[in-house]
């Protein structure tokens, strides 16, 4: 008889020897919102240590992953000349049978805290583009307080424009986040992980999971976190 494992969730940054399962979990649930990005650009993101997954522990090996999100180092050409270095929020998927649980809000909150606090300066170009419409996603950079960013590298722009199929009414959407939504991120992230469990409500019934944020974030930088919460920006600076 097999071993029965308990059903957590865990939330961590992958480390470099889950790259392939990291990849098969991209093949095995394609979205056709979810932008392609090549090995190199997904082994810099896991170096940064800024390549999050989510995990249910029931499950077995490359099984266990069910959600997957990036910041991606992003190079561009200034419309003015020379090149911009961006950093992009990007790369979310989740399983289709763990949505609803959050897991794409607590990615939102965990990636800018990271990438704020490990490039400090390099804040101002921090985005996410989204092929629109994708509702649960617009939602969600909503919430996370990311604003329209009107004016983009057109660089940038005609990259990404050829994700969209504007025959089938698509469109991409870019937004920035300004430094002071990081005091939410930061309130959200020791919320959630001081409560420790995710839910969701399907129909009228609540399915809760015991969830655990392994994050570096978390665990080298809680006090930065926590001045943030308070709304100290300047504990940055
Ligand atoms: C977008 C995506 C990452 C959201 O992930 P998620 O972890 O389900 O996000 P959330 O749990 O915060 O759900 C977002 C919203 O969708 C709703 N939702 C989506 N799927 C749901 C499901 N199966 N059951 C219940 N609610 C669901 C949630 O209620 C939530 O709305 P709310 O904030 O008003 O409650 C996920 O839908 C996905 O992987 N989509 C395909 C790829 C994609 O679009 N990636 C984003 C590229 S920019």
């Not at 994708?134 to 057109?154: M, Q, Y």
Request: glycine letters at 6%; charged letters at 30%.
């Amino acid at each position: 008889m097999g071993i029965t494992f308990v059903r957590r969730f865990l939330i961590r940054e992958a480390t470099i020897a889950e790259f392939d399962d990291l990849r098969e979990f991209y093949e095995r649930n394609p979205d056709e919102h979810v932008m392609f990005r090549h090995d190199d650009a997904v082994k810099k993101a896991i170096s940064d240590g800024i390549f999050l997954i989510a995990i249910d522990t029931s499950l077995e090996d490359g099984d266990r992953i069910f959600g997957a999100s990036a910041v991606y180092t992003v190079n561009a050409q200034r419309d003015s000349g020379g090149t911009i270095v961006l950093k992009e929020a990007g790369g979310s998927n989740v399983k289709k049978d763990y949505r609803g649980f959050g897991v794409h809000k607590v990615f939102h909150w965990a990636r800018s805290l990271h990438k704020f606090i490990l490039d400090r300066g390099g804040f101002e170009v921090y985005f996410g583009a989204i092929i629109c419409p994708n509702d649960p996603s617009e939602a969600n950079i909503a919430k996370a307080h990311f604003l329209p960013w009107d004016d983009p590298p057109s660089s940038l722009v005609t990259e990404r424009q050829a994700y969209a199929d504007p025959e089938n009414g698509q469109s991409v959407k870019f937004y920035r986040l300004p430094k002071e939504a990081l005091v939410e991120h930061a309130k959200q992230l020791l919320m959630q992980d001081k409560r420790e469990i995710l839910e969701r409500r399907v129909n009228d019934t609540v399915e809760q999971v015991e969830t655990h944020l392994m994050l570096e974030t978390l665990r080298s930088y809680r006090r930065i976190v926590e001045n943030l919460s308070q709304g100290d920006l300047g504990a940055l600076d």
